[in-house]
């Protein structure tokens, strides 16, 4: 695989999957900055991002594609494989956060942010890995959380769709390796970008009557993740360091935060604890990385 490689993001009309354009475009590497709604609501955020491709000479192009719709999915990853013939990395980020008491909030919104923060990922993973595997090489990257990993109150919904994502994203890592795919997953902390300032509440406020002072949790919460943000660069820094690790070298998860609240700690334990379990199933040596193994399946 050349080391410039064809990238597909989700989410990249603002935050961490514009800066991830741009970031990953400025060292060569040829960028689907793809988006909802080009025509309409992300028009400006699209031209920006076009306007600095043709400023700097970068391979950014602009794809519409909204997570929740396999058509928009399907339509999009055909479109990338149309123009570039290949697609190496596709990095799952489009994600929104509701902060809110469990119970405030309805089935409704439950089942929305799970289609966009869970199911996104599948599909976009389902519609890129038979390119990837006819090219016998692929990275699917996850953007997750520390909330893929604990669990704070008022944001336990949010913490579910990441804790989910976490899970099938290991699974692809594991059943994926012998074919020579990588999955890997970034768990940011909490970073500067509009996400802090568009978390959703809970549509069903009257549940909250009973709670006393857990119902002002969220509030309490946004606050201190608004003073303790650091630079968001830090996670697209962290994503072209993955890009470009070397195939077979990639660790299934980064840690990427300004602040140490165990995380790394739960991430070193569960891996010696997997790692014992593949054995003990025998599925050690199946569940490695191998391009050999890929290469000879053709
Ligand atoms: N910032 C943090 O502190 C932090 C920490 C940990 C994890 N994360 C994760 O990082 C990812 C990016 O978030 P961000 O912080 O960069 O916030 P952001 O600026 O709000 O970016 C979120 C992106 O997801 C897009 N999106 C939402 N629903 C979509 C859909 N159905 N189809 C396609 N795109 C959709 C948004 O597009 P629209 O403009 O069209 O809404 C936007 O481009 C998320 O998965 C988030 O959970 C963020």
């Known amino acids: 695989m050349s080391s410039k490689q064809v990238i597909l993001i989700t989410g990249s009309s603002t935050g961490f999957g514009r800066l991830f354009a741009e970031t990953l475009a400025r060292q060569g590497h040829t960028v689907f900055a793809s988006m909802r709604d080009?025509?309409?609501?992300?028009?400006?955020?699209?031209?920006?991002?076009?306007?600095?491709?043709?400023?700097?000479?970068l391979a950014i192009h602009t794809v519409e594609l909204d997570v929740t719709s396999d058509a928009s999915v399907e339509n999009a990853v055909r479109s990338v494989v149309t123009q570039a013939g290949r697609i190496d990395v596709a990095i799952n980020n489009a994600g929104y956060s509701i902060a809110s008491l469990m119970e405030a909030i309805t089935t409704q919104q439950a089942q929305q942010i799970f289609d966009t923060n869970f199911f996104g990922a599948l599909r976009v993973n389902r519609s890129v890995l038979p390119h990837m595997r006819r090219q016998r090489s692929g990275v699917l990257i996850h953007i997750s959380s520390g909330a893929g990993r604990l669990v704070f109150p008022s944001f336990g919904m949010?913490?579910?769709?990441?804790?989910?994502?976490?899970?099938?994203?290991?699974?692809?890592?594991?059943?994926?390796?012998?074919?020579?795919?990588?999955?890997?997953?970034?768990?940011?902390?909490?970073?500067e970008?509009?996400?802090?300032?568009?978390?959703?509440?809970?549509?069903?406020?009257?549940?909250?009557?009973?709670?006393?002072p857990l119902a002002n949790v969220p509030e309490m919460l946004y606050a201190t993740l608004g003073r303790t943000a650091g630079n968001a660069q830090e996670v697209a820094?962290?994503?072209?360091?993955?890009?470009?690790?070397?195939a077979g070298q990639k660790r299934l998860?980064?840690?990427?935060?300004?602040?140490?609240?165990?995380?790394?700690?739960?991430?070193?334990?569960?891996?010696?604890?997997?790692?014992?379990?593949?054995?003990?199933?025998?599925?050690?040596?199946?569940?490695?990385?191998?391009?050999?193994k890929a290469a000879a399946s053709d």
């Open 38 to 57: 080009l025509g309409g609501k992300n028009a400006k955020n699209a031209a920006e991002l076009l306007a600095l491709a043709e400023r700097e000479s």
């Open 158 to 191: 949010y913490c579910a769709s990441k804790f989910a994502m976490e899970a099938a994203a290991e699974a692809y890592r594991y059943e994926l390796a012998a074919q020579g795919i990588e999955s890997v997953i970034v768990q940011p902390g909490a970073y």
């Open 193 to 212: 970008t509009p996400i802090l300032g568009k978390f959703l509440a809970g549509a069903d406020a009257s549940r909250t009557e009973t709670y006393g």
């Open 237 to 246: 820094d962290a994503v072209l360091r993955i890009v470009e690790t070397p």
């Open 253 to 292: 998860r980064y840690r990427v935060s300004p602040s140490d609240i165990g995380v790394d700690a739960i991430n070193e334990s569960a891996a010696r604890v997997q790692a014992s379990l593949l054995k003990a199933f025998g599925l050690a040596e199946m569940t490695a990385f191998s391009q050999q």
